[in-house]
Each structure stands twice: as C-alpha cells, then as structure tokens.
C-alpha cells in the first residue's frame, strides 16, 4: 500500500508539475540561484576564514633587546604575561634562514647580512592582536629594548576585514534563503492559482484539505529538491574548478577538505528542499482552506 500510495503521489506531482511547468521551472530555477550563491559563499567563507587565521598568524611583534640583556629569561617572562599568547627567541642566523627564499640568486646580500651586527630578537604573537599598539607602547618605555617592530596597518586591516566577514558573511546568506523564498512562494501561489479548479474537483469528492495540500507540499519539496542538487553539482564544479587548484598552490594558506564539501553540498540540498516546501505551505495555507 506505502509503495502505491508513493507511485501515485509522485504521478500527481509529476502531472501537476507539467500542467504548470512554466511556473515550477521558475521555482527551481530560483531556488537553484539562490541555493548555488549559499553554497559558494559558504565554501568562500571557509576559504576566506583559513587564508584569514593564516594571515592573523603572520602578524607578530618583534623585540630587539640590548646584547648584554639575556634574551631567553626575557622571553619567559613576556610569556608569563596575559597579553601574549606565544613568545619565541629568534636568532640572527634564524632569521636569516627564513628570509632566505627572497635572496635567490642574490646570495651576495645575504651574505652583507650575515656580516652586521644583528642582535636577537624576541617574536611575540598576542593572544588579542587590537590590543598590539598598546603594548608596543609599553614595550618601548623598557631601558633594557632596543626596538620594537610590528605592522601595525597590516594588522589593523586583517582585523577589520575579519570582522567585515563574521559581521555580514551570515548575514549574506540569510538574504539569498529569503529572497528564494518569497520567489518560489509567489511561483507557488500563481500555480495555485491555475489549478483551483482542480482543488475544488478534489474537495468536493471526498478529499480532506490536508490531503489535497499535501500533495502540494510534495510537489514543492520535489521543486526545491531538483533546484538544490543542481546547485550543489554547481558547488562541487566550483571546488574542483577554482578552489582545489588554489588549495594546491597555497597549502599553507587554503586548507578545504572534502568532508567540508560534501556537508556544504548536503546542507544546499536540505536547505533547498525545505524552502520549497516551506513556501508550498505558506501558499497553500489559505487558498486550500477557502477553495
């Protein structure tokens, strides 16, 4: 009986769907848009977030101290402090080995480095970068350092830029779910509106209201379920097409994995399958009951 009551429900939907298949093309098409553009800016707002929490890492302070000041006890005690999440002795020759990369073929300068009189330095990274120019500031009124360094408009930039994207990143997406809603909810209604003749037929033979918006609700949940897994075909195209590549050449920046895929992939189907139901329902609530 579940077996021929499911034949004969997809049989109405497929019916109805092509008796108003303008209508219902519109409403997958819409939701498709709409869904695609929540998937590719959910995977861009991963990617944007690692490349984000790379660059945070990147900015750090340095501390040059006096030579006689012993630059390790310095450097546990600046660890001890609230404001500083890590802190790392880096010597001349440390230093140099990771500036090397941008002296190829230029070995000549490096080596004019390697002959000055550079002292150590400490590398601080804080656990609240807002608060760098702070206590660069306090830094800089010890005796016992030299100099301190840190980029402070880089800094001030990631900063704002990662709050830019926390700040509208979901708020982008809520925007597309609601504008495929009322677009598949104005489809809905003007297929409604076709066939209510054909609600009326029903109800008057015997139908119960919940049964003949059932059928409704199914037919918007298959829409939306067709919309969907295009868009998340769409999805998977843009990773393999554009981020996975980017990924490749930026490991240490860009770190997608395929579970996180395939979960956005899997979160554009049920988010596309349940606005069209949902606008079925919301369009079907009065029209069945007054028919």
Sequence with gaps: MSNQRAMYMLRDAREGIMRN???????????????????ILLLVRLGVGDLMHYLESQVTMKVYLDPSVDTEAVAKILQNNSYVKTAEVETKEQMLERLSFFFTGREHLLLSFQESDIPDAIRLELADKSQMGLFAEQLGGMKEIIKVVYPQQFAETILKWSEQINQYGLLLLVLFVLLAFGM????????????????????????????????????????????????????????????????????????????????????????????????????????????
Excluded at 265 to 284: D, E, I, K
């Design 21 to 39: 298949l303008g209508a219902a093309t519109s409403a997958a098409l819409l939701i498709f848009v709409a869904m695609a553009f929540c998937g």
């Design 184 to 291: 598949v909810f104005i489809a809905m209604s003007l297929a409604l509106y076709q066939r209510r003749q054909e609600i009326r037929v029903r109800l008057l033979i015997g139908a119960k209201p919940a049964q003949v918006r059932g059928q409704f609700l199914f037919e918007g949940w298959l829409i939306g379920l067709i919309g969907s897994l295009l868009a998340a075909i769409v999805v998977y195209l843009f990773f393999t097409g554009l981020l996975a590549p980017l990924q490749q050449q930026f490991p240490f920046a860009l770190q997608f994995s395929m579970n996180g895929v395939y979960f956005t992939m899997l979160a554009v189907v049920v988010a596309g399958s349940l606005v069209g139901l949902a606008a079925s329902y919301v369009s079907t609530r009065k029209l069945i009951d007054h028919a």
